[in-house]
């Protein structure tokens, strides 16, 4: 059974910075691709960044330049620095391989981007 557990949401100030963690259990990450996802109120979930199991990354236009995914296997750990944050970025976050599973989806990370 793959569990993906999102943390480090929070609400901050325009122009500030987070770092989000989704740990994995199970072989996910041995064998996946990963990603980072967002889904704000009203809207599609949304693909932000991806990250192969060799460590080669991809991001959305509307990210890029501002965040970077990362990943450290031996901790079974994905990672989503978050910087010069804007209030459009503010959504629910979630992790899961890239392309998505629809039984992989966890509870989400609330960032609020907000002054």
């Known amino acids: 059974q793959v569990q993906l557990v999102e943390s480090g949401g929070g609400l901050v100030q325009p122009g500030g910075s987070l770092r989000l963690s989704c740990a994995a259990s199970?072989?996910?990450?041995?064998?996946?691709?990963m990603g980072w996802y967002r889904q704000d109120p009203g809207k599609q979930r949304e693909l932000v960044a991806t990250?192969?199991?060799?460590?080669?990354?991809n991001y959305a236009n509307s990210v890029k330049g501002r965040f970077t995914i990362s990943r450290d296997n031996a901790k079974n750990t994905m990672y989503l620095q978050m910087n010069s944050l804007k209030p459009e970025d503010t959504a629910v976050y979630y992790c899961?391989?890239?392309?998505?599973?629809?039984?992989?989806w966890g509870q989400g990370t609330q960032v609020t981007v907000s002054s």
């Open positions: 990250i192969t199991i060799s460590g080669n990354t």
């Open positions: 899961n391989i890239a392309p998505p599973r629809e039984a992989y």
């Open positions: 199970g072989t996910v990450f041995s064998i996946y691709n």
